[in-house]
């Protein structure tokens, strides 16, 4: 702590941590990220060998990329770990583009989405209208502060 420029404090620690795990939270500049272990190439090993592969990584995800086998799980699980939901947008008076959504955090509000799309979005903001699981009914009015469901279909309405 004395490194660290800490000279008088009570330390509380909640929970069984190395000295590295520590030191590492009294240093801002470091951050833990989730990690995904990916096996590529799976179609060219012999079976004994991956069999022994799955028994030692266990929460590994077996993937052939070339072949496209198991592609699609992993970009699910990607976006999972990832913790990212997709956000349809809908323009005035025209059909909502299920195509390209946009991607945003989980948690994220109707003034995140705002912001991310453009700042006068917020300066001129009315309301909003969101069809999918976060609201009771379709279309339903909601401000700012809304939180974002995964799949959702926003329409901003700003002041002209």
């Known amino acids: 702590l004395n490194e660290y420029g800490v000279h008088s404090a009570d330390v509380l620690i909640r ?3 190395t000295l590295d795990r520590f030191i590492d939270s009294l240093d801002n500049s470091i951050v833990y990220v989730p990690l ?8 060219l090993a012999d079976a004994s060998y991956l069999n022994d592969l799955q028994q030692n990584m266990q929460n590994a995800l077996y993937i052939a990329a070339d072949k496209g ?3 699609e799980e992993l970009k699910e699980e990607i976006f999972d770990h990832l913790k990212l939901i997709r956000i349809y947008l809908k323009p005035q008076g025209k059909k909502a583009d299920l195509e390209d959504p946009l991607i945003v955090r989980k948690g994220s509000t109707v003034e995140d989405v705002a912001g991310k799309l453009h700042r006068e979005f ?3 903001f009315r309301h ?4 999918g699981n976060s609201v009771k009914f379709p279309g339903q009015k909601v401000g700012l502060d809304h939180v974002m469901e995964d799949k959702d279909v926003l329409r901003l309405i700003i002041k002209k």
């Open 15 to 17: 929970e069984d941590v």
């Open 36 to 43: 995904l272990l990916v096996v590529n190439k799976i179609d």
């Open 69 to 71: 086998m198991m592609v």
């Open 122 to 124: 917020l300066k001129n």
């Open 128 to 131: 909003a209208k969101v069809w």
